[in-house]
């Protein structure tokens, strides 16, 4: 078994792939105008259940949840200086920000799913480390042998 200091260290590392791959489907799907989201990604490893058990916690922008998550049509419409933000990075007239906003509400926002899209992804790269002679590290053997799963509310839980 490995020693405390050793699987916390095993948990940054993953949690360091984890929010990269986060990064890079944000990316891909053009979710990057101010960047903020991106550089709002980090990790936090908690000890939970006594310690025996730990979760890896996920921080970034509040509407990150939006961006996994979507919006679903005919809901509220989301506040308009967001949308202002968003416009100027974009190169978008500022006085557009609210029939977006309202065409938001109405039309709703398709989720991304980032988190268990990379959750997935890192998952399998470290599945296929292991089953490459000799590629697998001390990382992905501690990881994959006490991994439980990702969590309803989208933190990262290990044994």
Do not use: C, H
């Amino acid at each position: 078994m490995a020693s405390k200091d050793k699987l916390e260290e095993a948990l940054r590392i993953f949690g360091e792939e984890y929010i990269t791959e986060m990064g890079k489907i944000l990316i891909k799907a053009d979710k990057i105008a101010t960047r903020n989201l991106i550089k709002s990604l980090d990790t936090r490893v908690l000890k939970t259940g006594f310690g025996t058990s730990y979760t890896l916690k996920i921080l970034a922008e509040e509407y990150l949840k939006y961006v996994e998550s979507g919006r679903k049509a005919g809901s509220k419409a989301p506040p308009v200086e967001p949308i202002k933000e968003w416009a100027r990075a974009k190169g978008i007239p500022e006085g557009l920000a609210f029939p977006i906003a309202k065409s938001i509400g109405e039309k709703g926002i398709k989720p991304l799913d980032v988190t268990n899209k990379a959750f997935d992804t890192v998952s399998k790269n470290i599945s296929f480390r292991k089953l490459e002679q000799g590629a697998s590290d001390w990382v992905d053997d501690i990881i994959s042998d006490r991994l439980i799963g990702l969590s309803k509310n989208k933190n990262i839980t290990f044994k």
